[in-house]
């Protein structure tokens, strides 16, 4: 196959030079000239090498279909979600999954995300489990280290244990982390444990200090701003990327995936070739794939050609040199049901009742308790101390307060502890999810009791997905995959999450991503409260809490 008269993406240099390109499955040699060339640019296949593939919803071979298009080639999928489902079992079928992309995988650090005391999964890894996994040749990274505390405490614990078992096995990978809101002297401590990446959500200052300190940054959609862009000096260039994290199936099927990140970029003022370099060859060397990222003989042929490159809009997509897209054709998104038996009846809970879901105090009268404030711009919550008032039966009055609960999935049938929200829906409604971050318990939220238990029971009886519910009736999307993946096709699934999303929107709920937002209310290593089936938890603390204050 050969380009001709096209602008070629020059990776040492930076910039788009004239010229041809001839390749087979690797690229066998690239001819510049020093004519000028109106053709289409041609760059080197994206690499996303920090995201989840269940956060797409879909297996891992529909989710390399799905995003081929849109030009990621590589994806270094993190799958605690799976792990935290059906542990070990469940990670090595998603392994063994075949893709026409390249899927590699970072071997889960976090399973669960914080401890047993604080909530329940399906799986629990420590490190035998990381050492038999990281025998597989496609695991080339730790996956998200999560639990600040384990690293910056004294003496032995599971995460200190899990690292030390990933370097022994796997000394040659890097270790990733997720490190929000560290500064100074603990974020010193957290990376010289050898953990030195970080995807979250920053302020410049904590951008700033991350690149300073040696913090490989991985920018995400939600992660940056003009402000960010603006200080992205280019003696920067190597030490980020950009990447996904989390892309919901209908942002995937209407924005894009990392041509979405990288036409923001561009939108914010940093050049295309060096939002492009961002994409393919730092991430490659962050992750020791040196055989791509760059448009070199001998270099594998992942190929994108672009007609327009401040506008990611894409002509074609080649993968190991093969036309996997082409604009204008139309692309068949259906999938077989690969689901294995084991997790097609993950949901292994009773049916619950309204009292379940009752916000009781102490006493009758007035009181004062602890909300989780949800925030609109942001993932993380606040923790409030409220005036509240309880009638004669002890029963919360205030009806500016949500209930939110995460009722435990995997058997134990353990107590319901509901928790007061405010921020939450303004209109009679109920939501609930078993796909919530990270153990996924079923997560509620709900104006009232009779609607949080209808909304859990239909996700109970359908063995897994979301169910939104109100007087005007029911919005049901099925996750018959250990209840977090679709067994439907790309578009069905997509079109059934933008009717969650709508609904979410319709009852008040605002954020910057309704369905992100509402699923990592259940993660307790998110700041600053979230709530889990043990209960409320001081995400700071790392203890459960209860929100009825004397």
Same mark, same amino acid.
């Given at each position: 196959m050969r380009l001709e008269n096209v602008r070629i993406f020059d990776t040492a240099r930076r910039c788009f030079r004239s010229g041809s390109i001839t390749f087979s499955d690797r690229i066998e040699s690239v001819e510049y000239s020093?004519?000028?060339?109106?053709?289409?640019?041609?760059?080197? $296949?994206?690499?996303? %090498?920090?995201?989840h593939i269940e956060s797409s919803m879909m297996t891992p071979s529909l989710f390399a279909r799905a995003t081929l298009p849109h030009?990621?080639? @590589?994806?270094?999928?993190?799958?605690?979600? %799976?792990? +935290?489902?059906?542990?070990?079992?469940? &990670?090595?079928?998603?392994?063994?999954?075949?893709? !026409?992309?390249?899927?590699?995988?970072?071997?889960?650090?976090?399973?669960?995300?914080?401890?047993?005391? &604080?909530?329940?999964?399906?799986?629990?890894?420590? $490190?035998?489990?990381?050492? /038999?996994?990281?025998?597989?040749?496609?695991?080339?990274?730790?996956?998200?280290?999560? +639990?600040?505390?384990?690293? *910056?405490?004294? #003496?032995?614990?599971? @995460? /200190?244990?899990? %690292?030390?078992?990933?370097?022994?096995?796997?000394?040659?990978?890097? &270790?990733?982390g997720h490190i929000p809101r560290l500064m100074g002297s603990e974020l010193e401590r957290f990376i010289s444990s050898g953990v030195d990446s970080d995807h979250t959500e920053q302020k410049l200052a904590g951008f700033l200090e991350?690149?300073?300190?040696?913090?490989? =940054?991985?920018?995400?959609?939600?992660?940056?701003?003009?402000?960010?862009?603006? +200080? &992205?000096?280019?003696?920067?260039? #190597?030490?980020?990327?950009?990447? @996904?994290?989390?892309? *919901?199936? !209908?942002?995937?099927?209407?924005?894009?995936?990392?041509?979405? =990140?990288?036409r923001k970029a561009i939108s914010l003022g940093l050049s295309p070739e060096r939002a492009i370099y961002a994409v393919t060859w730092s991430p490659a060397v962050r992750m020791r794939l040196f055989d791509r990222g760059w448009l070199a003989p001998g270099k594998i042929a992942d190929i994108v050609v672009l007609d327009d490159v401040e506008k990611m809009d894409i002509r074609a997509v080649y993968k190991n040199g093969r036309l996997m897209y082409e604009k204008g054709r139309d692309y068949s998104y259906s999938c077989r049901d690969l689901t294995p038996e084991y997790l097609k009846n993950s949901i292994d809970r009773a049916p619950v009742t309204p009292e379940d879901f009752i916000l009781r105090g102490n006493h009758p009268g007035k009181g004062k308790a602890i909300v989780i404030a949800h925030q609109s711009t942001t993932t993380m919550t606040k923790k409030v101390v409220m005036d509240v008032e309880y009638d004669e039966d002890c029963i919360l009055k205030n009806r500016d307060l949500n209930i939110l609960a995460s009722v435990e999935r995997y058997g134990r049938n353990a107590p319901i502890i509901p928790v007061p929200l405010a921020g939450g829906l303004d209109r009679r409604g109920?939501?609930?999810?078993?796909?919530?971050?990270?153990?996924? +318990?079923?997560?509620?939220?709900? @104006?009232?009791?009779?609607?949080?238990?209808?909304?859990?029971?239909?996700?109970?009886?359908?063995?897994?997905?979301?169910?939104? =519910?109100?007087?005007?009736?029911?919005?049901?999307?099925?996750?018959?995959?250990? #209840?977090?993946?679709s067994s439907e096709d790309f578009l069905s699934l997509a079109a059934g999450i933008r009717k969650v999303r709508s609904f979410l929107r319709e009852h008040g709920y605002e954020a910057l991503d309704e369905v992100m937002s509402f699923a990592v209310l259940a993660l307790p290593v998110s700041p600053e409260v979230k709530v889990t089936d043990k209960g409320l938890v001081d995400v700071r603390e790392k203890k459960i809490m209860d929100w009825r204050l004397p």
């Open positions: 020093d004519a000028d060339s109106n053709g289409a640019y041609v760059v080197p $296949g994206f690499l996303d %090498i920090h995201m030009g990621t080639t @590589t994806i270094v999928s993190d799958c605690h979600e %799976i792990s +935290n489902v059906a542990g070990v079992k469940g &990670l090595e079928a998603f392994m063994e999954e075949k893709t !026409d992309n390249d899927t590699y995988f970072a071997v889960p650090s976090s399973v669960p995300a914080s401890s047993s005391l &604080l909530e329940t999964s399906g799986g629990a890894f420590d $490190g035998p489990e990381i050492e /038999k996994l990281s025998e597989n040749r496609r695991i080339i990274a730790l996956g998200e280290v999560m +639990n600040a505390n384990d690293l *910056l405490s004294d #003496g032995d614990n599971r @995460t /200190k244990r899990i %690292i030390k078992a990933f370097r022994r096995t796997r000394p040659e990978c890097p &270790l990733e991350r690149l300073s300190k040696g913090v490989f =940054v991985q920018l995400q959609y939600k992660g940056f701003d003009k402000e960010i862009i603006d +200080n &992205l000096d280019p003696c920067y260039d #190597g030490h980020f990327s950009f990447c @996904t994290d989390d892309v *919901l199936p !209908d942002v995937l099927e209407s924005e894009g995936h990392l041509d979405r =990140v990288v109920a939501i609930c999810s078993s796909w919530a971050h990270d153990s996924h +318990n079923l997560l509620v939220l709900a @104006t009232d009791a009779e609607l949080a238990a209808r909304a859990v029971n239909l996700v109970i009886e359908g063995q897994g997905g979301v169910a939104c =519910v109100d007087d005007s009736g029911e919005v049901f999307v099925p996750l018959g995959y250990g #209840g977090i993946v």
